[in-house]
């Protein structure tokens, strides 16, 4: 006698098994095409076949209830390793719909072998993939303290050797952070340098690129100069226009990315749906000059709203965590200008006092970007998501995937669901050359996520930034569940994904 299991949405049995059937499903297969009403069997934690399917003998079936069921989402942009190391259920991550995260960013990595090490240690409950960071190659090569000048010829060749080995054992290219002060003096040469490496590797460049202020049509120009010298795919990562007088100009950027790509240079882009950013105190003075009060000025007036930006960590004064800019000028009696100032020096004494502190001594959630451009800038159809979240202060750790379900597509309709799906998945494996993943199709590998388009949401604040989003109904890694009923669950299958040769193919 056929006998069929019968999963529930909330079934928790439907783990263990390993043939599986998810039935009644609107599936959007990450390549941007329209919607199609069907099934799709697992087997073996691949993805065997989708369509119109009938169940076989044995086969644990999960009624899909007629919601979307999509590929995972892969965050082209994460920040959350640090916290999937100490809770491997991964909340914040598999809660979004995420099921790889892209790691290694801005500049800051840790070696493929500790990665593979920590994997092996700790599984996890959802997949990694790393660049190499182009910061953490000069600390080690130049020393940590000593990073704030190009390199010589003979740390540029170390960086190389080192950048080398990363990639023969899997690192998905070069990551750079070139705003932040470990990488700001390199030279362009010294990035094109190890650049071309990670091409000759069959790798690729992803950067935050040296300004998104003052000098970012240059920092723009960078990156494309380094896609067309070494002709490998270069990424700019959370692209955005950070500076007030040049908001609305989102338009002249992307004609500059088109027409870089009219002369076959693969240059794409991944953006987090926030009109504010999350990091330091210092990054608002783009010419490094900490203590100058024109410069403070200049940032308040330009690069970010005091009245709207929030103190997220300030460890030498805790009280001020949680306040606006502007309140806490209120409270020292200064202007928007001279507190930022003395927050800034604050935290370096602070810094030189404890030098061993753990955790971030200061960090701002400030409010830099126009609505206007982040949309221009999400609708170009080179464009992923990230999150560039972490499971700190800033919403879009918990929250980035599923706004834009909301905001974007229910509610501004600026993507349709199938374009957004396609950002949060399959581009972004092209983009970044990962294989088996970003698409239902047999043969790739059976992360899914099934939502309700209809009430997906994100809930996550600076008040109450690790709210989890409603909406997102199942998860599932290699055809495991990783999240239903709002909660992680036990499984950790998730993989430590490597480059190979063969992924540079797209
Ligand atoms: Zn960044």
Request: hydrophobic letters at 40%; a negative charge; aromatic letters at 8%.
């Amino acid at each position: 006698m056929r006998r069929f299991l019968l999963c529930s949405l909330t079934g928790l049995l439907c783990m263990a098994a390993q043939a599986q059937l998810i039935t009644g499903v609107t599936i959007l297969d990450g390549s941007g095409g329209p919607a199609r009403v069907g099934s799709v069997r697992i087997l073996d934690g691949k993805i065997s076949e989708t369509g119109a399917l009938q169940p076989k003998a044995g086969e644990i079936i999960m009624e899909g209830g007629g919601l979307v069921l999509a590929p995972g989402f892969i965050d082209a942009h994460s920040h959350h390793w640090g916290y999937l190391r100490e809770h491997p259920e991964g909340l914040p991550v598999v809660s979004q719909g995420i099921t790889t995260i892209v790691v290694g960013q801005d500049g800051f990595s840790d070696q493929v072998d500790s990665l593979e090490t920590w994997f092996q240690q700790q599984p996890v409950a959802v997949n990694v993939a790393t660049f190499t960071g182009h910061s953490s190659l000069r600390e080690e090569a130049m020393g940590a303290t000593d990073v704030f000048r190009t390199a010589t010829a003979s740390e540029l060749e170390a960086m190389k050797e080192l950048l080398r080995d990363d990639l023969n054992k899997g690192s998905l290219g070069l990551s750079t952070g070139l705003e932040y002060e470990e990488a700001f003096y390199s030279s362009r040469e010294e990035v094109v340098s190890l650049a071309q490496v990670a091409a000759d590797a069959g790798g690729r460049y992803i950067s935050h690129i040296r300004s998104e202020d003052i000098t970012l049509e240059d920092a723009v120009e960078e990156i494309i100069r380094i896609g067309d010298l070494t002709r490998m795919p270069v990424q700019l990562t959370h692209i955005k226009i950070g500076m007030a007088s040049k908001w609305g100009e989102a338009g002249q950027i992307l004609e500059r990315l088109d027409s870089a790509r009219t002369r076959g240079i693969d240059i794409t882009a991944d953006i987090y749906p926030y009109d504010f950013w999350n990091s330091t105190l210092r990054v608002l003075f783009p010419k490094r000059d900490y203590d100058n009060l024109e410069s403070a000025e200049f940032a308040v007036r330009e690069t970010f709203n005091p009245g709207e930006s929030y103190l997220v960590a300030f460890a030498p004064v805790t009280h001020y965590k949680g306040m606006t800019i502007e309140a806490i000028s209120q409270e020292r009696g200064e202007t928007a200008a001279e507190t930022l100032l003395a927050l800034i020096r604050l935290a370096a004494e602070f810094q030189e006092a404890h030098p061993n502190f753990e955790g971030s001594v200061e960090a701002i959630a400030a409010k830099g970007m126009s609505e206007a451009d982040i949309a221009t800038f999400m609708a170009w159809e080179h464009t992923g998501i990230c999150s560039d979240g972490n499971a700190g202060g800033h919403p879009r750790g918990y929250g980035a995937f599923p706004r834009v379900l909301a905001r974007y597509v229910r509610d501004s309709h600026l993507l349709s669901l199938e374009e957004a799906v396609h950002k949060m998945t399959g581009l972004t494996a092209v983009n970044l050359g990962i294989a088996q993943k970003g698409f239902i199709k047999p043969g790739y590998d059976a992360d899914l996520v099934l939502f309700d388009p209809e009430t997906v949401q994100d809930r996550a604040s600076i008040e109450n930034p690790h709210a989890l989003a409603n909406g997102i109904k199942m998860v599932w890694v290699a055809g495991k569940l990783v999240y239903a009923d709002q909660k992680a669950l036990d499984a950790r299958p998730g993989t430590l994904i490597k480059r190979t040769p063969q992924q540079n193919a797209h």
